[in-house]
């Protein structure tokens, strides 16, 4: 069964033509692809990584990284509902890279066949790994991240019944390298947490195939459980009867552009030669419903699966977290401690913020506007999470303001945050004396937030604050009627 290709074309942009309102506008929160050319001119991958012929230096990587453990997939073994991983060196990923490169061009030359599966290096948390060899820079549109910038201090998961180390690289970013020869791929799926991603191919070329969020119940089986693994395949008609109704997007993306993912769309990627890519995923408040629908899905999958056991169970519900966390990479514990603390971020930015504009008109800032957004998107999620019956009381995360303050971790969130926004709407000038601008503001308040309720209530009390201390427009009250 072939794919039908059609649905118009992804856009192709100078990033460097494009700002942020405009990403935004256009793309972020309508959540559309586009493909972003000119804003990896100054990146030390595109120098260090690629030999003068535009191949990747696979050398340099062996010599200079060769005794990190990476994960690689066997292109040609399925394994559930994703290729066979095994892990190696960087050494031997390369080793082997080169010698079915040889092996190919020998069997080129008498037409014979390379039987070697195709081996694809992923995941690799290079960044982390490496923190001071700074192979590139976050392009400016895509730095309001607030997962990675929450690991870089936080872990998202952390479970009480074991040991893990705090500075275990293999779970603490979605920062990834990716390596592979040509003819390597990625099966269909959607990015992970439901996030945006951003994919730059540092050399090589990549063909990317598209499903939109509203044809993508079409990938999957009558139950809606199992989904389409290689599109190419021959779908069974029978075990997948919507797939022959899929209008794919195609999309070739060369070196040096970057693709913008949004949320939710399924997608299967080939290299087409010989390739090496940069990706980061993330979310913020423009899709941070995504997240909280993931995850809601996720969990009740989980709970139906061990129903059976519930009337034996000593804890039933935090059996269902706990699963939820192993099968999603967190759960509803972890998200809202991360919005709980986000929530706190944004309120102690925004109150610092207008403090230091003084008797300036400071809710004109853009970048107000944008933390005021933010804190209406996680309002919106906390009243979903209070109205989920199951798990509507306490989620065994406490946020105690005065406690909070004094965490160095939680100080260096906010500061890296403020930096970011600053950078991002280009209003660098203002100081950030955060903690004494909040405690100021919110010496009466006295109330802990161990629940969605509670966060709710804290916002809205951020937003009376607003109301009793400032003459000019509440940006955050309006933003919140709006909403």
């Known amino acids: 069964m072939g794919i039908r290709i059609g649905g118009g074309q992804i856009e192709k942009l100078n990033g460097k033509e494009v700002s942020y309102s405009e990403f935004v506008e256009k793309y972020m929160a309508k959540n559309q692809p586009v493909v972003l050319t000119g804003l990896m001119d100054d990146w ?57 490169s040889i092996m190919e061009n020998s069997n080129a030359s008498t037409n014979e066949a390379n039987d070697k599966s195709v081996l694809y290096l992923k995941d690799w948390h290079f960044a982390k790994e490496y923190p001071e060899y700074v192979a590139y820079r976050t392009p400016l549109i895509f730095c309001d991240d607030w997962l990675n910038m929450y690991l870089d201090h936080f872990r998202l998961h952390k479970d009480p019944e074991s040991y893990q ?42 063909k990317w195939l598209f499903l939109s969020p509203s044809q993508c119940h079409l990938v999957f089986d009558r139950n809606l459980k199992g989904c389409v693994y290689n599109i190419f395949d021959d779908v069974s008609e029978t075990g997948f009867p919507g797939f022959k109704k899929t209008i794919w997007l195609e999309c070739t993306q060369e070196q040096n552009e970057i693709i913008f ?68 990479g967190m759960n509803f514990y972890d998200f809202f401690s991360f919005i709980s603390r986000f929530s706190l ?29 933010n804190l209406v998107s996680i309002r919106k999620i906390a009243l979903k999470m209070k109205s989920f019956n199951d798990v509507a009381g306490s989620f065994g995360f ?23 926004y600053g950078m991002i709407h280009e209003e660098e000038k203002w100081t950030c004396e955060i903690k004494k601008a909040l405690m100021l503001d919110f010496e ?21 604050k607003f109301s009793g201390n400032c003459s000019e427009e509440n940006i955050l009250l309006s ?5």
């Not at 990015?191 to 070329?205: E, H, L, P």
């Not at 933003?479 to 909403?483: N, S, V």
Request: aromatic residues 14%; hydrophobic residues 35%.
């Open 44 to 100: 030390r991958a595109c120098k260090d990584w690629v030999t003068e012929n535009g191949q990747p230096n696979l050398l340099f990587f062996s010599t200079h990284f060769g005794k990190s453990k990476v994960q690689v997939a066997d292109c040609g073994i399925r394994e559930f509902t994703d290729q066979k991983r095994v892990e190696m060196s960087v050494s031997e990923f390369v080793k082997n890279w080169l010698e079915n």
């Open 165 to 206: 180390k705090d500075n275990d690289i293999c779970c603490s970013d979605y920062r990834f390298v990716y390596m592979g020869a040509k003819g390597s791929w990625t099966p269909l799926h959607a990015d992970v947490f439901r996030s945006y991603s951003w994919s730059a191919n540092v050399c090589g070329k990549k």
């Open 261 to 328: 993912v949004p949320s939710g769309w399924y997608h299967q990627v080939h290299n087409l030669e010989d390739t090496i890519s940069i990706n980061h995923n993330w979310f913020n408040g423009y899709n941070l419903s995504w997240v909280w629908d993931l995850l809601l899905r996720d969990y009740n999958e989980a709970k139906e699966y061990i129903e059976d056991i519930r009337d034996i169970c000593d804890d039933f519900e935090g059996l269902c977290q706990r699963n939820l966390a192993a099968n999603t």
């Open 345 to 373: 971020v944004n309120v102690v930015i925004l109150f610092h913020l207008r403090r230091d504009y003084e008797n300036q008109i400071w809710s004109s800032s853009p970048v107000a506007r944008h933390l005021a957004l």
């Open 398 to 420: 406490i946020v105690d303001l005065k406690e909070t303050l004094d965490d160095p971790k939680f100080l260096k969130l906010c500061m890296g945050f403020c930096r970011t």
């Open 444 to 464: 009466d308040y006295d109330s802990l937030i161990s629940s969605p309720e509670d966060l709710v209530k804290f916002i809205d009390f951020a937003a009376g």
């Open 479 to 483: 933003r919140l009627e709006d909403g």
